[in-house]
């Protein structure tokens, strides 16, 4: 291993560092990500059953807000619920655009490594090549151990499997980009996947609890029209 990163020359030293770093958001997004921290099991329907109850004060919306992003979009749907239907909607697309940002974080830096390391790759393959090829406008095409980079002792013959390996160390930059950008590319469709789902799972809640928020208005409504109606009706008699 350490031969071919020495083979690879320094194009080598970012291409490994983009691993590292490639490694690092992905186990770190990994653990960011689960469900059990996005989406905690049952915070939806406990959240309609406080609406229910009326036990919405700022003590449980607050406690809402840190749980979970899908809690934080709930109180940002409770915080405005005496305000007409489409002003909420508002709010919550406001509010669940943050959230999308910051369930993306690192991201964008998965997508960059992705698209660099072949093109990394690719350069340190270049360079290789351009260095040998510097070998023969200084030596001559006679000289065909400086063709093959060194390899061969001086004095003997020009062996072609030292040829070919010199070739194939000068594609192992082209080789080691893609084994750093295919992986990259796979996590970073994967969680934007995963993200666009968690998303349209929280629209469904934050839907379901202003449906629940809905009902709650028209029963409070309805309990006060027949109060009024029932404290008329002696004052007519």
């Given at each position: 291993m350490l031969e071919l990163v020495k083979a690879g020359g320094w194009p080598m030293i970012p291409l490994l560092l983009l691993a590292v770093v490639a490694l690092a958001i992905v186990v770190e997004?990994?653990?960011?990500?689960?469900?059990?921290?996005?989406?905690?099991?049952?915070?939806?329907?406990?959240?309609?059953?406080?609406?229910?109850?009326?036990?919405?004060?700022?003590?449980?919306?607050?406690?809402?807000?840190?749980?979970?992003?899908?809690?934080?979009?709930?109180?940002?749907?409770?915080?405005?619920?005496?305000?007409?239907?489409?002003?909420?909607?508002?709010?919550?697309?406001?509010?669940?655009?943050?959230?999308?940002?910051?369930?993306?974080?690192?991201?964008?830096?998965?997508?960059?490594?992705?698209a660099a390391g072949p093109l990394l790759g690719l350069l340190g393959t270049v360079v290789g090549m351009i260095q040998m090829f510097l070998g023969i406008l200084d030596h001559g095409v006679g000289d065909v151990n400086q063709l093959a980079g060194g390899i061969g002792k001086v004095g003997m013959p020009f062996d072609a499997d030292h040829f070919a390996g010199r070739i194939g160390k000068a594609l192992v930059c082209t080789a080691t980009g893609m084994i750093v950008a295919i992986p990259a590319l796979m996590f970073h469709r994967y969680f934007r996947g995963r993200i666009a789902g968690y998303t349209i799972e929280m629209e469904q809640e934050a839907t379901a609890l202003l449906d629940a928020l809905d009902a709650k208005t028209v029963v409070t409504a309805r309990a006060r029209a027949a109060h009024g109606q029932a404290t008329s009706t002696p004052a007519q008699a």
């Amino acid at each position: 291993m350490l031969e071919l990163v020495k083979a690879g020359g320094w194009p080598m030293i970012p291409l490994l560092l983009l691993a590292v770093v490639a490694l690092a958001i992905v186990v770190e997004r990994f653990w960011t990500l689960r469900r059990k921290e996005v989406m905690p099991p049952g915070l939806g329907a406990e959240v309609r059953s406080w609406a229910a109850r009326g036990q919405l004060d700022p003590a449980h919306i607050e406690s809402l807000r840190r749980n979970s992003p899908l809690g934080a979009l709930l109180a940002a749907a409770l915080d405005a619920r005496n305000r007409p239907r489409d002003q909420i909607r508002e709010r919550l697309e406001d509010v669940g655009r943050h959230l999308v940002h910051r369930m993306e974080k690192y991201l964008n830096a998965l997508g960059t490594i992705a698209a660099a390391g072949p093109l990394l790759g690719l350069l340190g393959t270049v360079v290789g090549m351009i260095q040998m090829f510097l070998g023969i406008l200084d030596h001559g095409v006679g000289d065909v151990n400086q063709l093959a980079g060194g390899i061969g002792k001086v004095g003997m013959p020009f062996d072609a499997d030292h040829f070919a390996g010199r070739i194939g160390k000068a594609l192992v930059c082209t080789a080691t980009g893609m084994i750093v950008a295919i992986p990259a590319l796979m996590f970073h469709r994967y969680f934007r996947g995963r993200i666009a789902g968690y998303t349209i799972e929280m629209e469904q809640e934050a839907t379901a609890l202003l449906d629940a928020l809905d009902a709650k208005t028209v029963v409070t409504a309805r309990a006060r029209a027949a109060h009024g109606q029932a404290t008329s009706t002696p004052a007519q008699a």
